[in-house]
T-cell receptor
Framework: KAGVTQTPRYLIKTRGQQVTLSCSPISGHRSVSWYQQTPGQGLQFLFEYFSETQRNKGNFPGRFSGRQFSNSRSEMNVSTLELGDSALYLC????????????FGSGTRLTVV | GENVEQHPSTLSVQEGDSAVIKCTYSDSASNYFPWYKQELGKGPQLIIDIRSNVGEKKDQRIAVTLNKTAKHFSLHITETQPEDSAVYFCAASIRGTASKLTFGTGTRLQVTL
């Protein structure tokens, strides 16, 4: 059974650019959450999608957005990149939004220069 | 919002000894408390979780205890092995928002021979 797949694994972008990260959840999982992990702030919740709808949102600026497709795959987008956006972005999936036990992917390491 | 504190930040034990990591949470509405293990270059892996209607849960060498009155929960690893070396995170989520995990700052566990 394939796990949560995130692409790409590594990404280098320049300040001011935008970036799109992709997440394919475990087959059958319909809830997808995104987290940002940095040495200074730790693991922080970005947002959660279920059935193509955003169900929960963390305290991040509007430059961070996401979406979910009908096959449950999800993307997150960061516009107007800042140096502080450099982080490991993690995606997690679960059967549904009320189901406990989220499985994380290995993440996308984004570096903003 | 929820706040989770985790101690210690680093822990070194000899192989075969026990390790204990402690977390406290602030919101009495929290009802789900997972523990994740993160190895270098990988995403967090769920190792055990507990819900607020249970005081203790055990899975082989790993156990978690929850004290709702004091708002703290702990991870206990017995008979530690070198492969237990990793960063461990506690987390909590508020009733109705299972996907929105608030994480502790992590404990780096080093198991020495």
């Amino acid at each position: 059974k394939a796990g949560v797949t995130q692409t790409p694994r590594y990404l280098i972008k320049t300040r001011g650019q935008q970036v799109t990260l992709s997440c394919s959840p475990i087959s059958g999982h319909r809830s997808v959450s995104w987290y940002q992990q940095t040495p200074g702030q730790g693991l922080q919740f970005l947002f959660e999608y279920f059935s193509e709808t955003q169900r929960n949102k963390g305290n991040f600026p509007g430059r961070f957005s996401g979406r979910q497709f009908s096959n449950s795959r999800s993307e997150m987008n960061v516009s107007t990149l800042e140096l502080g956006d450099s982080a490991l972005y993690l995606c997690a999936s679960s059967l549904n939004t009320a189901n406990y036990g989220y499985t994380f992917g290995s993440g996308t390491r984004l570096t903003v220069v | 919002g929820e706040n989770v504190e985790q101690h210690p930040s680093t822990l070194s034990v000899q192989e075969g000894d026990s390790a204990v990591i402690k977390c406290t949470y602030s919101d009495s509405a929290s009802n789900y408390f997972p523990w994740y293990k993160q190895e270098l270059g990988k995403g967090p892996q769920l190792i055990i979780d507990i819900r607020s209607n249970v005081g203790e849960k055990k899975d082989q060498r790993i156990a978690v205890t929850l004290n709702k009155t004091a708002k703290h929960f702990s991870l206990h690893i017995t008979e530690t092995q070198p492969e237990d070396s990793a960063v461990y995170f506690c987390a909590a989520s508020i009733r109705g928002t299972a996907s929105k995990l608030t994480f502790g700052t992590g404990t780096r566990l080093q198991v020495t021979l």
